[in-house]
């Protein structure tokens, strides 16, 4: 079935402001390359043309609006592609084949691969999901991916599969999201998934699933031929499962090690030194297991002395015999983490170890947790924070070149740790490893309502619990080593933070509470001297206390979709000479143009004066980029930012609620208007 004739023309208008947008786009360019590129007058017209055009935006979304009952959800694609990471499947057709082969057999609804870790067990996980990918589903109505992972939350596993049914995640879409009530999700779930035949897959268990719980039709719709397949260290856990079948995914014999270990070193057979070769084969069945064939082989990929590859085999040769298998895996990882010839580099994958197990970590925002930490800067004095992320990208780069860090499951946008990679990376950081000056902290999305022990924090440099459930924090931890408390994710269940939370916190230098319900930051908060990095977004903030003046080196503030806030004194801004960005995307604070300041309540509230626009261009030398709303603004106010060279350079991001569209990321707009003006 086609659309209707009212949303064929409703598409034909759509495309028409798009091809309008891309001359708008072309003409600005034109004013850059000509002579009359700085006439205010162009920039006035091309400002009329700017606001019809989203007048007709305005339009069109409230027809959308109209056409939207009229509408069927186009049904959620059989199977979603999982990237599969460079430790690609070598030899294990056979393995690959046994898997495949269960799908066929009736009598074994449940099947398990089980293995230790670093194995393989997700990526031939991966490879059956992408298997049904080419087959077009191979007879299920539908292929679901689950990731598990070590701190089961049934929740996330619920609306995993419902979003593969076609529902939304709370506040993260417009669609149909589960029920809140536990027994109402689950029936939800039972009745969707008991009219298909699909194929579940569960990757990285670490204790029973209840599947009739979750709202998996156990025992009625596996026999329409739908099957569960879950990955497992644990051989209980098969037991515990019910699993009618398992697949055991074994060690590489001596010639597959060898040719996974000499394609990521990237060897030929015909390319060695037969002196360094003999020495080369050595290591390689020292290392075992496919995690550690790629990221020590990526590691002595750059080896051309046979002296090298003697110091090598002698470390590898050292490794205890009495350890554990993991620890055993732990320690080769640790070696080609030695390896990485940047200690800068060596930091920032640790950093990655404070985000929850298989999470998908957005590039943007871990860089920007390294640039508040200082691991970016080249001098005593911070880099221009564009230069600082770009050397950032520049660090993923290389540690995606070494094995330790992968592509998230959107490329270009994402990375993740490989969960081996990550228990080395907390194994290094926990005390026991060679860096004991070094300790993390690490709850992150464990479901926790009780933060740890104070004790637990006073050793710690960086402190993790994000996406858990804390709903209060102890009154004075003392923490004279913190650089880094990631706290944001908490929901509304973090209200309050105790005003003697701060003062013993000298050291620190990243403090994220966003995504909390915080609606004040106690007045201590400015005794954090050395605070660069500070994210309130998402919070129920009213108003930023004047004790942030004394955070005179924060480089990066911000306040983005805070809707309550009305107040920002001018004092507790102006102040921060050092600060590089201020984002203040989306919020309800109304900015005015200057003279006698702003602020929603008026021009001079309870809290003084208000910052304004003119303060933002008078003072602030450093800030290069800016966050901004137009909420409240008058036209005076609008043509005083066009007017000012300095913020319209400045402004990144540019909420404009007024004309009823969505909020707009201007960067690469602006970007050409700061060339213009240059």
């Known amino acids: 079935m086609g659309p209707t004739h009212q949303a064929q023309a409703w598409l034909r208008a759509v495309q028409e402001i798009e091809s309008r947008a891309a001359v708008f786009r072309v003409s600005f360019q034109q004013r850059g390359a000509s002579s009359e590129g700085s006439s205010w007058r162009s920039s006035y017209k091309l400002g009329c043309e700017a606001a019809e055009c989203l007048k007709e935006v305005q339009r069109l979304k409230t027809q959308k609006n109209n056409l939207l009952p009229l509408l069927i959800p186009a049904p959620p694609p059989a199977v979603v592609p999982q990237p599969i990471s460079s430790a690609s499947i070598v030899d294990a057709e056979k393995t690959l084949s046994e898997i495949c082969s269960l799908l066929e057999d009736n009598e074994a609804p449940v099947i398990r691969i089980y293995g230790m870790g670093g194995i393989g067990k997700t990526t031939l996980l991966k490879a059956i999901n992408n298997e049904f990918l080419q087959r077009g589903s191979g007879g299920f109505d539908l292929v679901i991916w689950v990731t598990v992972s070590k701190e089961l939350d049934v929740r996330k596993v619920q609306e995993d599969i419902a979003v593969r049914l076609g529902y939304s995640r709370p506040g993260k879409g417009q669609g149909q999201t589960l029920p809140e009530h536990l027994t109402d999700r689950v029936n939800t779930l039972l009745s969707a998934l008991s009219k298909r035949n699909f194929l579940l897959l569960l990757d990285d268990l670490w204790e029973k699933l209840d599947l009739e719980a979750v709202g998996v039709p156990f025992s009625s719709s596996f026999r329409n031929g739908s099957k569960v397949f879950f990955t497992t260290r644990s051989e209980k856990v098969c037991n515990d499962m019910d699993a009618q079948r398992k697949v055991k995914v074994p060690l590489l014999n001596r010639k597959s090690s060898w040719k996974l270990f000499c394609q990521k070193l990237g060897r030929k057979e015909d390319q060695w030194d037969p002196s360094m070769r003999s020495l080369a084969e050595a290591v390689a069945p020292k290392c075992g297991l496919p995690i550690t064939l790629i990221t020590v082989g990526r590691a002595m990929a750059g080896v051309t002395t046979r002296d090298e590859w003697q110091v090598a085999l002698m470390a590898l040769k050292s490794i205890p015999v009495e350890l554990g298998d993991m620890k055993k895996v732990l320690i080769l990882l640790q070696f080609s983490f030695d390896r990485l010839k940047d200690t800068s580099a060596k930091e920032c994958l640790l950093y990655c170890a404070l985000f929850p197990e298989d999470h998908n970590i957005l590039i943007s925002e871990l860089i920007d947790y390294w640039v508040g930490e200082g691991l970016l800067d080249r001098g005593s004095y911070p880099d221009p924070i564009d230069r600082a992320r770009n050397r950032g990208l520049g660090v993923i780069t290389n540690l995606k070149a070494a094995c330790l860090l992968e592509d998230g499951f959107w490329k270009g946008r994402q990375v993740k740790l490989h969960d081996t990679v990550r228990e080395m990376t907390l194994w290094i950081t926990s005390g026991e490893g060679y860096e004991r000056g070094n300790i993390f902290l690490v709850n992150s999305g464990e479901q926790l309502r009780h933060v740890p022990t104070p004790e637990r924090w006073t050793e710690a440099r960086r402190i993790s619990l994000m996406r858990n459930e804390i709903r209060l924090l102890p009154e004075e931890p003392r923490c004279p080593n913190l650089q880094t408390l990631l706290l944001n994710d908490n929901g509304r269940h973090l209200e309050e933070i105790p005003g003697g939370f701060f003062p013993f916190m000298p050291s620190l230098r990243v403090l994220d509470l966003s995504w909390t319900g915080i609606r004040v930051l106690p007045p201590e908060v400015g005794s954090l001297v050395e605070l660069r990095y500070l994210d309130l977004s998402f919070t129920s903030l009213e108003s930023l206390p004047m004790e942030v003046r004394n955070l005179t080196k924060l480089r990066q503030l911000h306040l983005e979709y805070t809707n309550l806030l009305k107040s920002i004194p001018r004092e507790a801004v102006s102040s921060l000479e050092r600060l590089q960005s201020l984002n203040i995307f989306n919020s309800n604070y109304e900015f005015r143009a200057g003279g006698e300041g702003g ?76 060339g213009e003006k240059a």
């Open 599 to 674: 602020g929603s309540d008026g021009v001079i509230d309870h809290e003084g004066r208000q910052l304004c626009l003119k303060d933002l261009e008078d003072g602030m030398w450093n800030l290069t980029e800016l966050g901004i709303s137009t909420t409240g603004m008058t036209h005076e106010d609008m043509q005083a930012v066009l007017n000012s060279q300095r913020l319209s350079a400045s402004i990144r991001f540019l909420c404009l609620p007024e004309v009823g569209i969505q909020p707009l990321d201007l960067s690469a707009f602006l970007e050409i208007m700061k």
